[in-house]
């Protein structure tokens, strides 16, 4: 028979939940306490628009998102990237860090959920800020490293995108990141199944890309060139570091 932690564990993986906390109201809290009060107004606009699509389980959580705007204001980015745009919730996150002339390379298969997005982040007045490209990244990325002075150049990446194409993206993220700079990988805990045992009831979807998931995280933790940080927030975010 299944203990009550169990049952709970369950629930969430059934309905997708954005947090890896195991109790909803804790959850609740954090939101309606630190989260909520502090968001700014254009990305609760943003929040609740995505929140009406069709695939909204794929956007950024507002705590991740807070989360983000405070880790580039730490480390002081300036040039920064976004792999998986969606309808831009993180990216706002990221535009409303920068200072004036930052910039972000932003890149998504799909330019209809991000223009679903485009009219809350130009109200913001930060659309300047971000470059979009429409298509695949790793086209984009072979042709950055094309040019050497591209190379170290980057002082944050966010990849929120195809989960098989991780480790890919990885192999050439580290050399346009600079030295001491970050690259931030979603989605690393994958809805709690790293831990799932292999005949877990999980969606078609989650089963599918926790093998990559799975690799991924083997490959940073093993990576002598990135100091890594895994957090359980949202659903999973491994800070990378870059150290050599």
């Known amino acids: 028979m299944a203990t009550k932690q169990e049952e709970q564990q369950g629930r969430h993986q059934e309905v997708g939940h954005k947090s890896l906390l195991q109790s909803d109201a804790l959850y609740q809290y954090i939101l309606e306490t630190s989260v909520y009060p502090r968001e700014p107004e254009c990305m609760k606009e943003l929040r609740e628009i995505t929140a009406k699509h069709p695939w909204n389980i794929m956007t950024t959580s507002a705590d991740e998102g807070q989360f983000l705007n405070m880790l580039l204001k730490l480390i002081g980015a300036k040039k920064t990237m976004e792999i998986g745009v969606y309808t831009g919730y993180s990216l706002l996150a990221t535009a409303l860090a920068l200072p004036e002339d930052g910039t972000i390379l932003a890149m998504d298969v799909n330019r209809e959920n991000y223009e679903l997005g485009l009219p809350v ?121 870059r150290v050599a």
């Open 121 to 241: 982040i130009q109200k913001a007045g930060v659309a300047q800020k971000i470059d979009f490209r429409e298509g695949p990244a790793m086209p984009v990325l072979d042709q950055l490293l094309e040019d050497k002075s591209n190379h170290g150049s980057f002082d944050f990446v966010f990849v929120d995108a195809d989960k098989d194409n991780y480790i890919n993206y990885h192999k050439r993220l580290i050399d346009l990141v600079k030295i001491g700079g970050v690259i931030g990988y979603d989605n690393t805990l994958w809805n709690g199944s790293v831990v799932a045992p292999p005949d877990a009831p999980l969606r078609k979807y989650v089963r599918y890309y926790r093998d990559f998931v799975l690799e991924l995280n083997k490959a940073l933790a093993a990576d002598p060139r990135v100091e890594i940080c895994q957090l359980p927030v949202g659903d999973g975010i491994t800070l990378c570091r």
